[in-house]
């Protein structure tokens, strides 16, 4: 499928979402429905310069009462009470802060200086929210599976979705490819695994991106992204013993690394695996993630913004991070088969 089509938005026709006739005040402090109205009304869509509209975001968070829960490296985040959100608001303060847990050396790669060039480049301009959002969108296509209106929104979902059965479908045909460019050979156990019903598990939680004027003390009223994403239930995947887990989840987690392992190949891109502990985990960059969420049914992605962009420049690249992914992907794919 044609990834520029994507970008070319069908006019949406807003009042199929907005009820007419109630004052805006009223609106916003309305829950639930209202609230994620709003959010379609506002999101961005295209990573296209020319479509971005500013949200008023601090008036659609004004009535909801965020609860602090982290503050990843890029976003801080907070749950909205009484609502199934999460909003991920980009730091203008971003501390790249990859090895604040440990006082160990610095390894020769990542040096404090390419450290502050790495920071610099991530700051949420308009411009870097567009690129990463425009990585985001294949992203999807690889990671999601929206069968139901309910998993996502978005004007194009369809084109989205076709892309998303294509990739799906072609799983096992891609395998032989698959080996030898990484020159592996995969437990023959995931054969059956790339055809059952496991091969369409949607890893993405639902979510919307606004651009508009931050809400948090620490970014003084500057424009940056807000992500607002269906809150997941469960557990890091730091916090779990992978051998553990039931079955079902075991056979998710193949099909997530087979997908890593997938993109990589076609499209040149890593998403961020980053362990919770960059030193003390440096071999574990991948099982030992907080981007990841586990629960009984489910495993989901979701950190959905950083991705290392194997073919771009050396900062963007990420030095040596995505072949340290990579190579992890392609021992552990192996060793959660032997189980499943
Ligand atoms: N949808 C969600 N549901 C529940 N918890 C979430 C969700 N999204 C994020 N969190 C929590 O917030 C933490 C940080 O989120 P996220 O990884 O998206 O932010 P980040 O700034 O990109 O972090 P980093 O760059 O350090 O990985 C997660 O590790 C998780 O604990
Ligand atoms: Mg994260």
Redesign the pocket.
């Known amino acids: 499928m044609k990834f520029k089509q994507l970008f070319s938005l069908k006019k949406i026709n807003w009042k199929k979402f907005l009820k007419t006739g109630v004052s805006a005040g009223k609106f916003f402090s309305q829950k639930g429905n209202n609230f994620e109205n709003l959010l379609k009304r506002y999101a961005i869509y295209s990573p296209e310069q020319t479509t971005v509209r500013l949200a008023p975001t601090k008036r659609m968070f004004s009535n909801t009462q965020l609860r602090f829960?982290?503050?990843?490296?890029?976003?801080?985040?907070y749950?909205i009470r009484d609502m199934d959100?999460?909003v991920?608001e980009g730091?203008w303060d971003l501390d790249l802060n990859f090895f604040g847990d440990t006082k160990l050396p610095l390894s020769a790669s990542l040096s404090s200086k390419l450290l502050s060039l790495f920071s610099f480049t991530f700051l949420p301009s308009r411009r870097e929210i567009l690129r990463q959002y425009k990585a985001y969108l294949k992203f999807v296509q690889y990671f999601g599976y929206f069968t139901n209106p309910n998993d996502y929104y978005h004007p194009n979902l369809e084109l989205i979705y076709n892309a998303q059965k294509n990739i799906r479908d072609s799983l096992l045909f891609y395998k032989d490819d698959l080996e030898s460019y990484y020159k592996i050979k995969l437990n023959p156990k995931i054969d059956e695994l790339l055809v059952s019903d496991t091969k369409y598990h949607n890893f993405l939680?639902k979510?919307y991106l606004l651009i508009g004027q931050s809400i948090s003390p620490e970014n003084k009223n500057k424009d940056t992204f807000f992500?607002v994403?269906?809150?997941?239930?469960?557990n890091?995947l730091?916090d779990e013993d992978i051998q553990k887990l039931d079955i079902k989840i075991r056979k998710q987690m193949v099909l997530l690394i087979y997908l890593i392992l997938l993109m990589n190949m076609q499209i040149h891109i890593v998403p961020?695996t980053?362990p919770?502990y960059p030193i003390l985990q440096i071999g574990n960059w991948l099982m030992k993630?907080?981007?990841i969420?586990v629960n009984n049914d489910n495993v989901?992605f979701?950190?959905?913004?950083?991705f290392w962009d194997t073919k771009a420049n050396f900062i963007k690249k990420g030095a040596v991070i995505p072949s340290m992914i990579i190579n992890l992907a392609k021992l552990n794919i192996n060793e959660i088969l032997k189980n499943v």
């Open positions: 829960i982290s503050s990843g490296l890029q976003a801080r985040v749950k959100w999460v991920k730091r939680p979510e992500i994403q269906q809150f997941i239930k469960g890091l730091h961020d980053r919770r993630t907080d981007n969420i989901k979701i950190d959905t913004r950083w």
